[in-house]
Nanobody
Framework: QVQLVESGGGLVQAGGSLSLSCAAS????????MGWFRQAPGEEREFVAA????????YYADSVKGRFTISRAGAQNTVYLQMINLKPEDTAVYYC?????????????????????WGQGTQVTVSS
């Protein structure tokens, strides 16, 4: 069974830091691009960051550039999202996802419709 499990969310004050992890199983995830997305109440799910299957290419939403860092540990089938200088507008449920195909180009990484496996999400709340 293909599965993604996120962890590391929580409550933090503005300016603080959190690190999210996504543990993958049931697929050779090192062959797939991986991404982080988030969804705030009443909002659509939006792209946050993504990383290519070899880790050589990363993409970030403009709103998180310079504050968030995505990385992956292929041997552990784990993807990370390090978040610093958090802002109240970063409050959302954060989802890890895996792309549908190992043959997508890196240009597809920010495109939500290229992802087919999703985790259950982890809540991040940033207080002002």
């Amino acid at each position: 069974q293909v599965q993604l499990v996120e962890s590391g969310g929580g409550l933090v004050q503005a300016g603080g830091s959190l690190s999210l992890s996504c543990a993958a199983s049931g697929r050779t995830f090192s062959s797939y691009g991986m991404g982080w997305f988030r969804q705030a109440p009443g909002e659509e799910r939006e792209f946050v960051a993504a990383i290519s299957r070899d880790g050589g290419v990363t993409y970030y939403a403009d709103s998180v550039k310079g504050r968030f860092t995505i990385s992956r540990a292929g041997a552990q089938n784990t993807v990370y999202l390090q978040m610093i200088n958090l802002k109240p507008e970063d409050t959302a449920v954060y989802y890890c996802a895996s792309q549908l195909s190992p043959y997508y180009s890196a240009l597809s990484l920010p495109k939500i419709n290229t992802y087919d496996v999703w985790g259950q999400g982890t809540q991040v709340t940033v207080s002002s």
